[in-house]
């Protein structure tokens, strides 16, 4: 199956066309590296050409809420009219858990994004998942010096590799709107990850962590980004995950 994957370059999306690969399916990247923009639909129709699904991983680094609703509506709308005149059957779209229940302003874009894909005519699935293995070094990486300050936060990480997994599964069956909350084995606090981080590649800094302000720090500090119900759950933990990252952390670092 020729599957067209919306944000094939970002760290979910390598995984996804990989996984689409091993299976034996045709991944198409949409991205600007690859001559398609989804902000302006330039090589869009090109790329969607004999496409039959597609997996809508796009993201965009803010934590502003007008900035990730602009881009989540923009690229949303862009990606699914594009599709539905393509003649695509299955859009399949990777959201977040516990997005409606924290008011946070990277999460408005994704909720306007979850709306768009609820909206159209082309038959659809969401995947909500929890926050990678790898968001912890991501959080540290934004804030360099010797106090690593994190956001106050209880969540079920998973490895990213396990979320494609799920998407390319997904895709390969009939649309199914929400799906089932995906999770990862154990749930954490991004402290004690950020902690077990730096001593796995040999840094020493100072966690702090602070509450984020208002409701939606509150929210992710009392577990709103854990998963509400049963529902598949990884395998590989963050501790087996830090394990294989290590040895390439320490060489980076």
Request: aromatic fraction near 6%; charged fraction near 20%.
């Amino acid at each position: 199956m020729r599957v067209a994957v919306a944000g094939g370059t970002g760290l979910t999306g390598r995984w996804v066309v990989e996984t689409l690969t091993a299976a034996g399916h045709d991944p198409v990247v949409l991205a600007r590296s690859a001559g398609v923009d989804l902000m302006t639909g330039r090589g869009l129709a090109d790329a969607l050409n004999g496409v039959e699904a597609v997996i809508d991983v796009t993201n965009v680094v803010t934590t502003s809420r007008r900035t990730s609703r602009a881009f989540f509506d923009t690229a949303g709308r862009t990606l699914l009219d594009a599709g539905r005149r393509a003649g695509v059957t299955h859009h399949v779209a990777l959201s977040i858990v516990g997005v409606d229940r924290v008011d946070f302003g990277y999460y408005e874009g994704k909720r306007r994004q979850e709306e768009l894909v609820a909206a159209s005519p082309v038959p659809w699935s969401v995947l909500r998942a929890t926050q990678f293995h790898e968001f912890t070094a991501q959080t540290l990486d934004r804030v360099p010096g010797p106090v690593a300050i994190v956001p106050q936060m209880i969540s079920q990480p998973i490895a990213v590799r396990e979320v494609a997994q799920a998407l390319v599964h997904m895709v390969s069956g009939p649309p199914v709107g929400m799906a089932p909350e995906l999770a990862g084995p154990r749930v954490e606090t991004l402290a004690d990850q950020a902690r077990r981080y730096l001593s796995a590649i040999g840094r020493r800094r100072w966690v702090l962590p602070i509450r984020l302000p208002m409701a939606g720090g509150a929210a992710m500090s009392e577990g709103a980004l854990l998963p509400e119900s049963p529902g598949p759950r990884g395998i590989q933990t963050f501790d087996e995950w830090l394990a294989e990252q290590s040895d390439a952390e320490r060489a980076r670092v």
